[in-house]
């Protein structure tokens, strides 16, 4: 069973609007969280991260909240870029264990 | 060279055949971890190594088997794969094994088992 799931398998947004990403997860003892991004033939990199003690982390034109209630996360691209079109996954993990990822949600930014 | 690299970046072998993915970090982190990625599919984590010593294994069946002989190489040897293990297989690195070590990923190897 999906830990961390990630519902939409793509997201299309034109460029300069706002890009919202989803992750939802079922394990309450999660404590941290991250969001990787991944263009093609390439591994992916590391984007933003958040703790459980925090509801918001914001890093340039990213945010990502945390809605620990409901157990979701979202990232927040603010405004959109072409450079910004990639599949972007959502991970989690609770302390001193490893890390586990959604399926990724590939973002298409439109001229 | 710097960051993750992996080779090769591409391989396709027969079911018969023994091969090896590599991956090298020159990040002079500590932890290494192999992880697969089939289509459709979240990234699974298969090996786990911190100092050398191999930390989690994660049900992987024996036909893949991983060696670290120092922080820095990774390889992982393939034997008698079958069709279902074609996947693009991600090798990382980070400072720790802490869940808070951001991992760095190597641009992976595109296996094809025929």
């Known amino acids: 069973d999906q830990q961390v799931k990630q519902n939409s398998p793509s997201l299309s947004v034109q460029e300069g609007r706002i890009s919202i990403l989803n992750c939802d997860y079922t394990?309450?003892?999660?404590?941290?969280f991250l969001w990787y991004k991944k263009y093609p033939a390439e591994g992916p990199t590391f984007l933003i991260s958040?703790?459980?003690?925090?509801d918001k982390n914001e890093d340039g034109r990213f945010t990502v909240f945390l809605n620990k209630s409901a157990k979701h996360l979202s990232l927040h691209i603010v405004p959109s870029q072409p450079g910004d079109s990639a599949v972007y996954f959502c991970a989690a993990s609770r302390r001193d264990d490893k890390i586990i990822f959604g399926k990724g949600t590939r973002l298409h930014i439109l001229p | 060279e710097t960051g993750v690299t992996q080779t090769p970046r591409h391989l396709v072998m027969g079911m018969t055949n023994k091969k090896s993915l590599k991956c090298e970090q020159h990040?002079?982190?500590?932890?290494m971890y192999w992880y697969k990625q089939s289509a459709k599919k979240p990234l699974e984590l298969m090996f786990v190594y911190n100092f050398k010593e191999q930390t989690e294994n994660n049900s992987v069946p024996s036909r893949f088997s991983p060696e670290c002989p120092n922080s820095s190489h990774l390889f992982l040897h393939l034997h008698t794969l079958q069709p279902e293990d074609s996947a693009l297989y991600l090798c990382a690195s980070s400072h720790g094994q802490g869940y808070n070590n951001e991992q760095f990923f190597g641009p992976g190897t595109r296996l094809t088992v025929l």
């Open positions: 394990n309450s003892m999660f404590d941290y």
């Open positions: 958040i703790s459980s003690i925090k």
């Open positions: 990040l002079g982190h500590n932890a």
